[in-house]
């Protein structure tokens, strides 16, 4: 039997420490599995005529990199078709980065922008700011959580919000003291209200904004995301892409099952599962327990500094309770959205309750705060911990005056991003980026977990130093413990014979390399269903 294809480098690194394999420099493939892993000499029997020879003398070979939580298709969208926010740290600077935005579109044109962080408002976010500026325009601006607008006074008059609104999740429209909305559109219902009055985007713009993002993030060393999401128009999005060619990497969509919701939504997203393209498919149900703690929306056993972040995103847990039970009684594995120490508790009470289903693991996303009786559970349950670790470098700041340091209190605080802890009580840790609302670059998020600040910035205080990892453990979360989160651990994950081929090939391997070495380690290819994707000029031969 001969190969497909042959990869040659200087290291397969496995990123294994529960067993010992053999050094290896090689890897063959057939029918897009891996067929052999070894040495030069051991896979030359399997090269023929057809057989395809790639070398990359000094690189080393990895497991395929996945990020477990990402946003591929509105983040897409987001980026192509607005203003990126995510430098200006001052309502200044975010004033000068949405002028040139105003300039180029007409008067009664909205302008959107992504990436607002809410520490550049002197209190709570109010779009009043940008009238003086930018009078008479309709601006939406989407915070750094994505789980809040900051919207200008004339698209609140478009709009037409009121601050009477109600919803049946904790929503809301902010109101100042003379009872008239601030512009602070909380959480996913209130927002979709302005969502709604944005600019059309075809399926076909869609789908190139889409191609290009994911492009970008595959020639960063990404082989595989999970989206937490399967919102419109993501089934026509990726068919389209497919029209035309392969997706870069492999997507795993889990839909979200909206906040108090019931069995026609539930049925819904459950007939969603098993959808698939060639490079995509949906598997799982993602909920969200509560919202963030920098809006006030997370649900913590105390209220915050503020009265708020007290409360569940579900205002009926008893509705989650049973809509967990009913995805698990049909098999199908969870994600479930819980930052807050109540919600995280009360997660794993009633996966605890609910029981495990056989196609893959039941997920927390985020557990940002939690109290150290809770640590130990996860393992216990088998529940994987699905943390973003560029949230604890990027949103907060290590010196506490950041936004959701402030809000939760120090106590809290300092119980805050515990990747350490939950790995050293033996929980599977899977990480990933929460992109766009974090790196999508790998490289960066996991020197990031290393160093636990901005690699970018060897200056700033680190946030909670003590709970960094390993840059093996690091890169063990978006290859071992990801295939795991993704019920793939039998097929992804592993260099090794019958495994799905995905691999990143990188320059050097990064656990000889400095947290700020590896931000910059090249990627030289990727490999996905065995098809490789070179992203430098090293040549290839066909025996």
Same mark, same amino acid.
């Given at each position: 039997?001969?190969?497909?294809?042959?990869?040659?480098?200087?290291?397969?690194?496995?990123?294994?420490?529960?067993?010992?394999?053999?050094?290896?420099?090689?890897?063959?493939?057939?029918?897009?599995?891996?067929?052999?892993?070894?040495?030069?000499?051991?896979?030359?029997?399997?090269?023929?005529?057809?057989?395809?020879?790639?070398?990359?003398?000094?690189? =080393?070979?990895?497991?395929?990199?996945?990020?477990?939580?990402?946003?591929?298709?509105?983040?897409?969208?987001?980026?192509?078709?607005?203003?990126?926010?995510?430098?200006?740290?001052?309502?200044?600077?975010?004033?000068?980065?949405?002028?040139?935005?105003?300039?180029?579109?007409? /008067?009664? %044109?909205?302008?959107?922008?992504?990436?607002?962080?809410?520490?550049?408002?002197?209190?709570?976010?109010? $779009?009043?700011?940008?009238?003086?500026?930018?009078?008479?325009?309709?601006?939406?601006?989407?915070?750094?959580?994505?789980?809040?607008?900051?919207?200008?006074?004339?698209?609140?008059?478009?709009?037409?919000?009121?601050?009477?609104?109600?919803?049946?999740?904790?929503?809301?429209? /902010?109101?100042?003291? *003379?009872?008239?909305?601030? %512009? !602070?559109?909380? /959480?996913?219902?209130?927002? *979709?209200?302005?969502?709604?009055? !944005?600019?059309?985007?075809?399926?076909?713009?869609?789908?190139?904004? &889409?191609?290009?993002?994911?492009?970008?993030?595959?020639?960063? $060393? +990404?082989?595989?995301?999970?989206?937490?999401?399967?919102?419109?128009?993501?089934?026509?999005?990726?068919?389209?892409?497919?029209?035309?060619?392969?997706?870069?990497? @492999?997507?795993?969509?889990?839909?979200?099952?909206?906040?108090?919701?019931?069995?026609? /939504?539930?049925?819904?997203?459950?007939?969603?599962?098993?959808?698939?393209?060639? #490079?995509?498919?949906?598997?799982?149900?993602?909920?969200?327990?509560?919202? =963030?703690?920098?809006? $006030?929306?997370?649900?913590?056993?105390?209220?915050?500094?503020?009265?708020?972040?007290?409360?569940?995103?579900?205002?009926?847990?008893?509705? !989650?309770?049973?809509?967990?039970?009913?995805?698990?009684?049909? $098999?199908?594995?969870?994600?479930?959205?819980?930052? %807050?120490?109540?919600?995280?508790?009360?997660?794993?009470?009633?996966?605890?309750?609910?029981?495990?289903?056989?196609?893959?693991?039941?997920?927390?996303?985020?557990?940002?705060?939690?109290?150290?009786?809770?640590?130990?559970?996860?393992?216990?349950?088998?529940?994987?911990?699905?943390?973003?670790?560029?949230?604890?470098? #990027?949103?907060?700041?290590?010196? %506490?005056?950041?936004?959701?340091?402030?809000?939760?209190?120090?106590?809290?605080?300092?119980?805050?991003?515990?990747? @350490?802890?939950?790995?050293?009580?033996?929980?599977? &840790?899977?990480?990933?980026?929460?992109?766009?609302?974090?790196?999508?670059?790998?490289?960066?998020?996991?020197?990031?977990?290393?160093?636990?600040?901005?690699?970018?910035?060897?200056?700033?205080?680190?946030?909670?130093?003590?709970?960094?990892?390993?840059?093996?453990?690091?890169?063990?979360?978006?290859? +071992?413990?990801?295939?795991?989160?993704?019920?793939?651990?039998?097929?992804?994950?592993?260099?090794?014979?019958?495994?799905?081929?995905?691999? =990143?090939?990188?320059?050097?391997?990064?656990?000889?390399?400095?947290?700020?070495?590896?931000?910059?380690?090249? &990627?030289?290819?990727?490999?996905?269903?065995? *098809?490789?994707?070179? !992203?430098?000029?090293?040549?290839?031969?066909?025996?």
């Amino acid at each position: 039997m001969h190969a497909d294809v042959i990869v040659l480098a200087r290291h397969v690194e496995h990123l294994r420490t529960d067993t010992a394999a053999p050094p290896a420099d090689a890897v063959a493939i057939r029918d897009g599995r891996i067929l052999a892993v070894g040495d030069a000499s051991s896979t030359a029997s399997l090269r023929g005529p057809e057989t395809t020879v790639y070398e990359f003398p000094d690189a =080393t070979i990895l497991p395929g990199l996945t990020d477990v939580h990402a946003h591929p298709v509105w983040g897409s969208i987001s980026i192509g078709s607005g203003v990126d926010l995510s430098g200006a740290r001052t309502l200044d600077q975010v004033c000068d980065h949405l002028a040139e935005a105003v300039d180029a579109q007409p /008067e009664d %044109g909205w302008i959107t922008g992504y990436d607002l962080d809410v520490n550049a408002f002197p209190d709570e976010p109010t $779009g009043s700011v940008f009238d003086e500026r930018f009078p008479g325009r309709a601006i939406s601006l989407m915070t750094r959580d994505a789980h809040a607008l900051v919207v200008s006074t004339h698209a609140v008059e478009l709009v037409g919000l009121t601050g009477r609104e109600t919803f049946t999740d904790a929503s809301s429209v /902010e109101v100042g003291p *003379d009872g008239r909305p601030t %512009g !602070y559109v909380v /959480e996913l219902q209130a927002m *979709d209200l302005v969502f709604a009055h !944005y600019p059309e985007v075809s399926v076909d713009t869609a789908a190139e904004y &889409v191609r290009h993002e994911l492009e970008r993030l595959a020639r960063a $060393g +990404l082989t595989g995301l999970h989206a937490l999401d399967f919102t419109d128009p993501s089934e026509a999005v990726y068919r389209r892409i497919e029209e035309d060619t392969d997706l870069p990497l @492999r997507i795993r969509c889990s839909p979200l099952v909206a906040a108090d919701s019931g069995p026609d /939504e539930w049925r819904r997203v459950a007939g969603l599962q098993g959808l698939r393209g060639r #490079r995509w498919h949906v598997e799982g149900a993602k909920f969200m327990l509560d919202g =963030t703690a920098d809006n $006030g929306t997370a649900w913590f056993e105390r209220p915050d500094t503020h009265g708020e972040n007290c409360e569940p995103l579900w205002r009926d847990v008893d509705a !989650y309770r049973a809509a967990m039970r009913f995805f698990v009684e049909r $098999g199908i594995p969870t994600a479930t959205h819980a930052i %807050g120490d109540r919600a995280v508790r009360f997660a794993l009470d009633v996966i605890e309750e609910v029981g495990s289903v056989v196609r893959g693991p039941h997920r927390i996303e985020h557990v940002e705060s939690i109290p150290d009786d809770l640590l130990g559970r996860f393992a216990e349950l088998g529940v994987v911990a699905s943390l973003q670790p560029a949230h604890a470098t #990027r949103h907060t700041r290590g010196d %506490g005056t950041d936004n959701w340091s402030r809000r939760i209190g120090p106590d809290r605080a300092a119980h805050g991003w515990r990747t @350490r802890d939950l790995v050293d009580h033996h929980a599977v &840790v899977a990480l990933g980026s929460d992109w766009p609302i974090g790196p999508g670059d790998p490289r960066v998020g996991l020197a990031d977990c290393q160093l636990r600040r901005p690699v970018e910035e060897p200056g700033s205080t680190p946030v909670h130093p003590e709970q960094a990892l390993s840059a093996r453990e690091a890169y063990a979360g978006m290859t +071992l413990a990801a295939a795991h989160a993704g019920g793939a651990g039998h097929e992804l994950g592993r260099v090794a014979p019958g495994y799905l081929a995905d691999l =990143t090939i990188l320059a050097a391997n990064p656990l000889d390399l400095t947290p700020e070495a590896q931000a910059d380690n090249a &990627v030289l290819a990727t490999v996905v269903d065995g *098809d490789v994707r070179l !992203y430098t000029d090293l040549p290839k031969e066909r025996s």
